[in-house]
């Protein structure tokens, strides 16, 4: 699941981060009054913290560009035709033109809104958020997603719009029509 | 290569205009935690304020912190740029004037006018209140945003000026000549560098501000004058990116003059040094469509710009100043205090933090992390865990009675209180994020209540160590606004 990996990522991260800082305050208290060494030798270290930031950051920053959830890339070889939802937002409803779609086989929401700007987030029965894109007055979005188990999914708003955006929730059904 | 070496400049004092500037910067931030707290206290469902006042407190807390951010970094700046160009004192205190006028405004409207459209305001939500608020309250919050912009762009325009009149031009001042030609070592020092570089993107941030919010207000009384909701949409996260990021560039002024002063050890603007600064200064403000990557109709090669523009402005931030920071302590002899403490702290917050932002950046972790707490969880981590602490390492600084005093145990629970908590409310808005929780919402599901009830313990750690600290910096005002020796040598140093 992205999120986890996006979690440990940032722990492994941060913690090397702390440990870097940690290392240097313990041992910031015993001077060497001739800074110049000290100073060629921390530059042949960050040359080596450059590049070793190119090498791991490089290639994940184009691995994760080649899927893409815009366009047709996302869910566009699954097979059979997509199932269209159209899916427009008002405050504080979610208007679906259907809200039963089959397993294994693509959706296509076409995702607008009637007044101001919301978020169209696709939860799985475990509320994990699994799709999303925005839903904007005057544009469409096309969100592809095919999903892989039955079950109840839910739409929560997930961009601010008033009083009750906590509350502006829906429901799609995934199974046998 | 040039050669570099520590030169000492005397600790100065604060003037008058700098005290009232953070001054007002602690008072209003103090305010802006509680309401913070208030705010998780509402999510976990320990307190009962409702939906309607958890919105009104979001769009105080919003507009306040990145306001208040503003005030502080400004006065971090402004009070150690004026050691190198000659500054308008003047219009310094028109900006602080402007920006209180601009406050009572917003809180007008909020207080008296119910309005909650949070602090980015998006096109048309201020215009289509269902019966929520006024007209004039909208126009009210708007007309306060502009204002303070309008005295913060006055405030940049001088600082451009006194930058011109002293280098020539924006890239001497950006060190150019040293870092595209030759490195006499004679480039402008850090503060001056990080003050054009912050100069030159918040006059462009604040155009672009004060012309959306232009454009708003006459769409709020003349509603036949409609605006392309996308472009309004990245014209306020243009703004909004350049101006919260700025606030860090300023503060991190602080970290470059004073841990040398601590540390008897150069900080000077080699070619990395510049090159990075120059290189963020085009990264702030070209990475903003990573705040669009959900909205599919933007045009793709810009949501992929926002992409790879992340991963990149981390490297200036680890290499350069994180690295930088770790460099001149590393058996340094600094004594710690609570000023080199706090700024040390800064740049652990700043750097730790920029690891969940560039993971947020990349589209497809985007794609299920878009507005959910994952997003105050990595801005908060730089801005209260790294800007906060730049600042209140600079009051500690300003305000230390003299070279060789021990603070009280007080002062040193209250940072690793601060510390703590910092990173215990953050990890609980980023734990809540990869659980899937979505932001700005009153009401949390009944599975989400036990990070907003931690978030909200360790919230509240953070509001009484921040207490701790404004009271110590409100009882030592006189002592920061007098010329004297505060950094004291390192040990085993050579006086």
Known sequence: MMQEIAWQLSLVL??????????????????????????????????????????????????????LPYGTSRAGHKAGPAQVVEATGHQWRWELSRDRVVRDQPVEFRVTSADINHGFGIYDADMHLVAQTQAMPGYTNTLRHTFTADGTYRILCMEYCGIAHHNMMSEIKVGSL | MANYTYEHTPDRGATAGVLAYLGTACAVLLLMMLVGLLMRLEQAQIIDLGANWFYELMTLHGAGMVGIAGIAGAAVMWHFLRQYVELSPAIFMANLALFLVGVAMIIGSIVFGHFHAAWTFLYPMPSKAMGMWSQEAAALFMGGLLVIGVGFLLMHLDIARAIIARYGNFARALGWPQLFVHDDGKA??????????????????????????????????????????????????????????????????????????????????????????????????????????????????????????????????????????LMIVFRSGIRWDMASRLLFLSLFGWAAGAMPAFIDGTITVNYVMHNTLWVPGHFHTYL?????????????????????????????????????GALGFTLSFLYAGKESVARRYAVHLPEWLPYDRAGSLFAALVVASSLIFVLRFFSRLGAAGRDYARAPLAQGAAA
């Open chain 1, 14 to 67: 941060m913690t090397l981060v702390a440990l870097g800082f940690g290392f240097v305050a313990i041992n910031s208290g015993v001077r060497v009054e001739d800074y110049t060494p000290l100073q060629k030798r921390a530059y042949r270290i960050r040359s080596k913290l450059f590049w070793t930031l190119v090498a791991v950051l490089g290639p994940a920053m184009i691995y994760t560009l080649l899927d």
């Open chain 2, 188 to 325: 402008p020092p850090p503060t001056v560098v990080a003050s054009t570089m912050v100069t030159i993107v918040n006059i462009v941030g604040l155009v672009v501000g004060a012309s959306i919010l232009t454009m708003m207000l006459v769409n709020l009384y003349l509603p036949e004058f409609t605006i392309d909701p996308m472009l309004a949409k990245g014209m306020i996260y243009f703004f909004g990116h350049v101006f919260i990021n700025a606030t860090i560039y300023m503060a991190v002024i602080a970290v470059y003059e004073i841990l040398p002063r601590y540390t008897q050890r150069p900080w000077k603007a080699n070619r990395v040094f510049l090159a990075s600064w120059s290189a963020s200064t085009l990264m702030v403000m070209f990475i903003f469509p990573h705040h669009l990557l959900m909205d599919f109709a933007f045009p793709q090669w810009m949501l992929i710009m926002g992409h790879i523009i992340g991963y990149l402005n981390t490297v200036p931030i680890l290499v350069v100043t994180g690295y930088g920071a």
């Open chain 2, 384 to 420: 209260l865990l790294g800007m906060v602490a730049m600042v209140f390492g600079f009051i500690y600084y300003l305000g230390k009675p003299a070279q060789h005093v021990r603070e009280s145990w007080l002062d040193r629970a209250a940072f690793w209180g601060f510390t703590s």
